[in-house]
Structures are given as C-alpha cells and as structure tokens.
C-alpha cells in the first residue's frame, strides 16, 4: 500500500477504488507467481490507449489550427508512440511501481520501452474507470502539456518508423521490411516479436503486445544502431 500511495502523489491522482490502480500495474508475468489474482492489466490498457489516441487527437486539432491533416496525423504518431510513453513514464519513474514475476524484473523489464508505454497506458484506463474523462484529462494534461510543445518545435514529426526509413533510404538506399519472426500467448495475450530488414539483412527485432508496438520497437532500437 505504501507503494501505491507513492504512485499517486508522483501522478497527482488520488484513486477512490486503489484496486483499479493495482490492476493497472500488473503485468501478465505476475499472474504466474501469483495465482489468487486473475486479471492482468491488459484489458484497461486497452481501454487507456483509445482514450489517448482521442485526446492526443482533440489536442492537437485545437493547438495547431493551421496543420494539415498530414502534419496532424505525424506529430501524433510521435506523441504516442512507444518511446515517447515510456519517456513520459520514466519521468515519475513508473517502472518501480510495476507488479512483474522475478523473471520479468531480472531481466531488465523495468526499463523495457515497451512495457512502461503499456503500463502507462493502463493507468490512462484506470484513472477514466475510477474518476471519468475529466480527472483523465487533467492527468493527460499535466504530463504532456510540455512534451506536445517540444515536439512540436522540433518541426520533425517522425514516429521511430518513419524516422528509420528516411535513414534507411538515405544510407542504403533501400526500403525497410518488417517481419513476424514468432508470437506466443493465447489470442488475448499475443506477445509479437518482429524483425526489421533491409534486404536480406536483419538490422533489429522488437517485442510488443501487437505487431505495430513490436515493429516500433525494432524500429527504435534500428535507428540507434543505424545513426552510430
């Protein structure tokens, strides 16, 4: 419990039922070395990312009245993509708070991108579940009011596949391919592990509960690889 009061004095939010904020932090390994629970986070995070899509949606529609839908769609790729949640979660270290099997946590699953973005993902459902759209949004408001302005400074709104295309195309000239190398779990729980290709060459793989958030994951690690 102490815990979890931690939590909502980093995030300003003060949960009537903590028990949907516990859910928002559990991973699905946790469930294995814990079997009295039943439910992993999976389905509010679901429900969380909805809720972003739309207010990144609404935000930037109201904030940048003279972008185009192209410019629009691009900056909010960036905004929600993976490395950008899990940025945002890093910033009240989210990974300390998160319920994983001691195989998870050993292997560095506090700092996977992939899984803070989840996570963070989550805990946007659960908030919407215990207090509505209108405490979500003061959340939502409160960690991305200052990233959505440096983004959008930065006049390149490049999600990490875009962004590692361009690089692709300029260095080697030639068009990356993503490929499912393996998928495991049952249909509700699918972990994808996807390969990234130029050519015949595989240049990075990514892990995500779906094949975009597997595939922005190879591209992101591609891209550091690619610039070095």
């Keep these: 419990m102490d815990k979890i009061n931690e939590l909502q004095k980093k995030i ?47 935000k930037l529609f109201s904030l940048f009245p003279n972008f185009d839908e192209g410019q629009l769609t691009n900056l909010r790729s960036l905004i929600v993509c993976t490395e950008n949640l899990a940025d945002i979660s890093s910033s009240f270290d989210l990974g300390s708070f998160i319920l994983l099997s001691r195989g998870e946590a050993t292997h560095s699953g506090r700092q996977n991108i992939s899984l803070l973005a989840d996570t963070f993902e989550s805990l946007i459902g659960a908030i919407h579940l215990d207090q509505g759209y209108q405490a979500t949004e003061k959340f939502l408001n409160h960690f991305f009011n200052k990233n ?29 391919k993503y490929q499912v190398i393996s ?5 509700h729980q699918k972990i994808f592990k996807i390969g990234l290709f130029l050519n015949e060459e595989l240049i990075a793989t990514g892990k995500g509960n779906s094949k975009q958030k597997a595939e922005e994951d190879a591209a992101t690690k591609a891209v550091t690889l690619l610039k070095k």
Excluded at 26 to 47: A, P
Excluded at 149 to 170: C, G, R, W
Excluded at 183 to 187: E, K, L, R
């Design 148 to 176: 959505i302005k440096s983004l959008s400074e930065k006049n390149i709104y490049k999600d990490p596949k875009s962004l590692f295309q361009e690089i692709a195309q300029s260095k080697r000239g030639v068009t990356p």
């Design 183 to 187: 998928q495991s779990g049952p249909d």
């Design 12 to 58: 300003k939010v003060k949960f009537k039922n903590p028990e949907l904020l516990t859910l928002a932090l559990t991973h699905r390994s946790y469930l294995n070395e814990n079997r009295q629970l039943k439910s992993s986070n999976e389905r509010v995070e679901f429900l969380g990312d909805a809720i972003l899509e739309y207010w990144v949606s609404q």
